[in-house]
């Protein structure tokens, strides 16, 4: 298996399998199209006609696409078309149900998948799994960009405390690892399969063993799998579905040597939550008083309560003198203006850069010309203790 590294000339390699906008309208699609599909399904009052169409065209569809054996997994479209094949003693339609549920099988065991990087001889190891399980179970472009950023300069996170909201599959925060920080914590919220995954990208980069499959994670019912080293890791099921139902919380870990995985809702961060314990399964919230000296944010602004939530979330975790990374695309221009007014609100400052297009179309990032304004860097201090540290030859500080 070969992985795209940044020392290469040819980074085409990056667009073929990072996540993005294109992915998720298509999975949007393709849930619409699989649900329709199945209720005619199990509908005996449709025709025999009608339902031999949906179930030929599910199962082409399931063959064919990525998005729609996904969509087919999340829905359990195996476990319904097993059901309508007991209900039916139409030959043709029997025949052409089982050949779905066969095709759904080898759709469910496409399971998750690994990846490995060389940022600039930085090497960092991730698990993915599906954009069903929520956007941040892929790796996106512009993590691939802010890690360029990163590696580039390793002496900004060299012993330094480092938190990444909305880590998705944490590719930036494990890399902030091997650059040198002292503390690396990872952090998401919302969809439990982000946040198993995460933990399973920890582990993986963290604890697995060098001569693990880089492709395979071993599945089992009786114990979670476990590294040569013996450190528990999240398990993953044939299907790809990481899943804490069959381990015993207590088996489970969220920390490997200075890695953390950690849940962090931004929209509770002025409610000051102590509660530590979630769901067996999930790791433990983030304490409400711990601060980071380097906060790093990738590709976080999807929606408008995005532009008031994450100010709020590195307003409270930014310590004095500390500084804030973001890149992201500018998906819209009102969201992204409210977003820099709401971090000059908390008392905070933020300089913004536009990627130039080289930049992007070197790395071959798909989906980069749908954002109205780019890719844009921004860096963020404290207006009254800034940061010390870092370059300011090109910064300007914003002032709308």
């Given at each position: 298996m070969s992985y795209p590294s940044m020392e290469s000339d040819d980074d085409d390699d990056i667009s073929e399998c990072?996540?993005?906008?294109?992915?998720?309208?298509?999975?949007?699609?393709?849930g619409e199209r699989v649900g329709e599909w199945l209720d005619t399904i199990r509908n005996r009052d449709k025709t025999k006609v009608v339902r031999l169409r949906a179930v030929r065209e599910l199962t082409a569809a399931m063959d064919t696409k990525e998005a729609y054996a996904e969509e087919a997994r999340q829905a359990?479209?195996?476990t319904v078309l097993t059901k309508a094949l007991t209900l039916t003693q139409d030959e043709e339609l029997m025949d052409a149900i089982s050949a779905a549920i066969s095709v759904c099988g080898g759709a469910l065991s496409r399971g998750s998948t690994s990846r490995e990087f060389d940022f600039l001889g930085y090497k960092v190891r991730i698990k993915e799994s599906s954009l069903g399980d929520g956007?941040?179970?892929?790796?996106?472009?512009?993590?691939?960009?802010?890690c360029k950023d990163l590696a580039s300069a390793p002496s900004l996170l060299a012993g330094k405390r480092v938190l990444e909201l909305g880590a998705g599959v944490g590719v930036c925060g494990l890399l902030a690892r091997e650059l040198g920080a002292e503390r690396v914590v990872l952090t998401e919220a919302l969809f439990p399969g982000v946040l198993k995954n995460l933990a399973d990208s920890a582990a993986f980069h963290c604890e697995a063993a060098s001569d693990l499959p880089p492709d395979t994670c071993p599945a089992g019912e009786d114990a979670p799998y476990r590294t040569a080293k013996g450190v528990p890791c999240m398990r993953w099921h044939p299907d790809g579905r990481g899943t804490g139902t069959h381990v015993s919380p207590g088996d489970l870990?969220?920390?490997?040597?200075?890695?953390s995985?950690?849940?962090?809702?931004w929209s509770e961060e002025d409610d000051k939550v102590t509660e530590s314990s979630l769901a067996?399964?999930?790791?433990p919230r983030l304490p409400p008083d711990e601060k980071f000296e380097v906060i790093l944010v990738c590709d976080c602004l999807y929606e408008m309560e995005h532009a008031t939530w994450l100010p709020l979330a590195i307003a409270s975790r930014l310590a004095p003198h500390g500084r804030c990374h973001i890149l992201c695309p500018v998906r819209y221009e009102d969201m992204f203006k409210a977003f820099r007014s709401n971090i000059r609100s908390?008392?905070?400052?933020?300089?913004?850069?536009?990627?130039?297009?080289?930049?992007?179309?070197r790395a071959g990032i798909r989906g980069s010309a749908e954002y109205p304004g780019g890719f844009t860097r921004l860096r963020i201090e404290w207006l009254t203790s800034p940061a010390t540290d870092w370059d300011r030859t090109h910064m300007e500080w914003c002032t709308y």
């Open positions: 990072n996540a993005d906008e294109g992915d998720f309208y298509e999975l949007l699609i393709a359990e479209a195996a956007l941040g179970a892929r790796m996106w472009g512009a993590s691939y960009l802010m870990r969220f920390d490997y040597g200075n890695v995985v950690r849940y962090l809702d067996p399964g999930l790791p908390r008392g905070l400052r933020v300089s913004v850069e536009v990627a130039q297009d080289s930049e992007w179309d």
